[in-house]
Structures are given as C-alpha cells and as structure tokens.
C-alpha cells in the first residue's frame, strides 16, 4: 500500500476514503480535516479563546494538540473525577502535556470541591456513575468557560462516538437529544457558552494513529465505569458494519446532519432557558439539575458528620496547572 501523495510506503489506511497515507502526509491530512470542521461550521476564529476539555485520553490530547499547532488559543480544562489511580493518572497526563507545549491547563478538583468524587455523588444523590459524571462535566466546563471569559467549548468526540450517540437516539426515539446533536450547540441564554466537537469528522483509529506518529502520551486506561457501557455495544455493532462496508459510521452521521436533523429542528419548539435560583447557570428549571444533584450530597455528607462538603460554588475553584516546563 503506497501513500496517494508521495508514493512511499504507507502507514495508516483511510479506508472510507479510499487512501492511504506515510506518517508526514497523514498528519497533514489529519490536520487539515479538523481545520476544515472548524471553519466549515464556523465553530471559531483565530482571536476567539478556546476551552479545551482533557481528559488525559488520547482524543482531548490530539484535539488540543493540533489547535495548538494551528495557532488557536487553547487552554485545556481537566476534571478530577476522584476515580481513584485512574483519575490520578489521568489528571498526570494532562499536566505533563500543558507542561512540554507551554500551554496553560485549568484543573477543577471535584472530590476538593463538592467533598467526594463523581461515584460518590451519584451515590448519595441516588444516581448512576455516569449520569453524575455527565452532569458533572457539562455544568462544570460551561461553568468555568464562563467565569474565565472563554468563547467556547471544544470537545473531542469524534465520528464513532457522535455516530454510537446518534444510533442510540434513534433506537429510544429521543428526538429532543436527535434535535440538539450537531458538531455546534450555539448558546440560546446569555450565560451558555457555545460548544463545538472539531474532531467529529475523523474516526477513533484516526486519532489514535496521529497520537501514536506524534508521540503524545495519553492514559491508557478506560474510566472503571466504562465497563459493560451501552456505548460501547452501540459501537462495536457499527464496527462491524464498518468492516464490510467503510463509509458506513460516515454517512449515517452526515446524512442525519444534513437531511433529517434539519426536518426535526424546523418541526421542534425551542428551550426556553432561565437561570438557576442558586447559581446563575442556565437551566430550564428553578434551580439547575447541579445545584440540585450537590446540594442533596451536601446535606447527605452533613447529617453523616463527614468533613463537610465544600459547597460554597462561588467561583469553581479552577486552578491554573503546572505551566511551561522550567527546564
Ligand atoms: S465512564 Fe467514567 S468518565 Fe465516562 S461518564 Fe462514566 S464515570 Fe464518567
Ligand atoms: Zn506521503
Ligand atoms: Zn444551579
């Protein structure tokens, strides 16, 4: 298999694309496919400063590597899920990347903040791991993006995950999550920021091919609650469509983007937002699902005469990470 710009052996098959490209090249292409999302869908310009959500995995890392690269203004914003050796390994990754590019990395310490991590406040709060932990992510990165003055949110899902979400909505029939799936959500109250996903016209193999020909170093390790995920059945079964027939995760996702998505959103009544009672933050409810979600843990965390919750939210105690490497 030849690279179809050099000729020279090939490293990495885009296979939906017919091609095939050597190392140099494919980082190129690579490049160039989130910088075309970017301007394709207006998602932002060079002077906008941009909220990079990391995880440690190896998505959030090449989405913030290759901003860096194009000269956006790039911050990344990590959350320590308190998940244990995995959060621990994930927060270290995230530091020593801000580290080596002299990129400022904002960390948000939620079992220092609401007194226990996301298993914890799903416990108390009668929830599932990761319905807190979702809850968690999209209060907290708007939250932060807001009071740093950021103008949008980037995060790193990508065409298998925007394509796994797409396919498990339309098995539930969930047109309200079917009407607000797009690789843009502009903001509809003044203190939502918008959120973009440059990365969702590239495939997870994609991402991890150029993370492996850069040398980025990720976490390894999947979340502990990612285990028996409905996520990840969703995507096996479109790997396996994908095998024999490429293109497939692709043109499910665009289809939807350009045909049916705009058919439900002409048919759908707009959200009306307002802010919470307690935080500010826009919701469609007197106070916020957050608020409501920590508050009860709070509560739960006093009655139990454990080291209080810190549940005074004002601001989120977002620190700056370790900045540019002194060596
Ligand atoms: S798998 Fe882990 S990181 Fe992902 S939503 Fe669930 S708890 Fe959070
Ligand atoms: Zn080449
Ligand atoms: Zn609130």
Known sequence: MRCVKCKAQAQVEVR???????????????????????????????????????????????????????GYRASGLHLNLGIGEYSQQSQEKCEAFARQRGAELLVVDIPSEYGVGVEGLAELAGRVACSACGLSKRYLFNRVARERGFDVVATAHNLDDEAAVLLGNLIAGNVDALVRQSPVLDSGHPGLVRKVKP???????????YAVLRGIDYVLDECPNSVGARSLLLKEALNLLER??????????????????PLLRAASEPVALRSCLHCGQPTTAEVCAFCRMTERVAHKLRSRVVAPAQAGREPVGARSGPGPDPA
């Open 16 to 70: 939906r694309h017919h091609a095939a490209f050597c190392g140099p090249h494919f980082l190129e292409w690579f490049e160039a496919q989130v910088e075309r999302a970017v301007r394709r869908e207006r998602m932002f310009g060079p002077q906008d400063r941009v909220l990079v959500a990391v995880s440690g995995g190896k998505d959030s890392l090449v989405l913030w590597d290759v901003l860096l690269r194009r």
């Open 199 to 209: 990365l969702y016209r590239i495939a997870e193999r994609e991402t991890a091919a």
């Open 244 to 261: 024999d027939a490429p293109g497939t995760k692709q043109s499910l996702y665009w289809n939807f983007l350009e045909k049916l998505r």
